[in-house]
């Protein structure tokens, strides 16, 4: 049975207490389906989508048994060790959208089925109807990216992974305070648009997942509509009474269609080639998905806005890589990485 609204909110409301971080009161975001292991027990774990990868990965790569949508081993510079790279693509558990079935599911013998996003009762119903047929339970953890300290200390207690775990969160919280006392400041009030899509006109309304990272840092999403958020189409007659300062895009073919296209000439951002374009990985930097790779995209941009996180970039990159991606970045890729700022 579906849970109702109200059980949902009972539920939330018997969430797990983990230790803080330092001047920090963490609330975990976190929701439990099925009988869950001690952490000694859980040593094989399936995501159920593309941000819980990202959390998986960063937390407890040893007893991932395969992305839900990544294969890296088609990635020759993923930036990660190659014993992680060779993991299996294995498919999304996301309801009727759902690419790894039940049959193959129950095959893997999973401990714990996670999941990261946000947290609503279609997502909770859907973990609950599964949990049910499979017998395996599921951990639902909020993916909102001013909690991904609270997150990573959420996963790495539910996995056994503390010691890891407090590190990367104390590297996400510092990301995010800065981020935070960069948004009271004069620079903060850009206007952006988030452009998607081979012709740029797909966004991400203010307030979604998709433009979090730029709104963490006060930049002003010029996509907004009241009472709604996600993913939408806009037009080029949007974007000339809109008139973002910045445009950020994570495709060279979208930022090239943006610069060549005569159309867009008239949007003063394009005129003034103020189009920012994040790309080199495998996942996106600021969406793509909203994970906890968004932590380093935000970092990415809040230098691209601050001359003084500028100065700390390569250091606090090549630290994110360590202890997230769990591999070297070396002074080469990150030229590499940097050369579309």
Known sequence: MPLSRRTFIQALSLLLCLPTLEGTAATPLALHVGERPAPAHIRRIISAGAPADML?????????LGFSSFDFSQFPDAPVPADIARLPRLGRLAGHASTLSLETLLALEP??????????????????????????????????????AQQLLTIGDIVGTEARTRRQAALAQRFIA??????????ARTRFYAARGAKGLETG?????????????????????????GLTQVSLENLLAWQPDIILTQNVTTQNYI????????????????????DGLPFGWLDAPPGINRLAGMRRLHAWLDPRIQTSLQDDLTRYSSLFWHAALTPARYATLMHSA
Do not use: M, Y
Request: glycine letters at 8%; charged letters at 20%; one cysteine or more.
């Open 56 to 64: 998986l990965l960063a937390a407890a790569p040893e007893k991932l």
């Open 111 to 148: 401990d714990l089925v996670v999941d990261c996003g946000n947290v609503d009762d279609s997502w909770v119903s859907q973990a609950q109807r599964v949990s049910e047929r499979s017998k395996i339970p599921w951990v639902l953890i909020g993916g909102n990216l001013a909690s991904s």
């Open 178 to 187: 800065d981020a935070q006392a960069f948004s009271s400041g004069s620079r």
């Open 205 to 229: 309304l203010a307030g979604s997942l998709h433009t979090e990272a730029a709104e963490l840092l006060g930049l002003e999403n010029v996509a907004r509509v009241a009472g709604r958020s």
């Open 259 to 278: 610069l060549q296209d005569p159309a867009w000439k008239g949007v003063s951002a394009v005129a003034k080639r103020q189009v920012l374009l994040l």
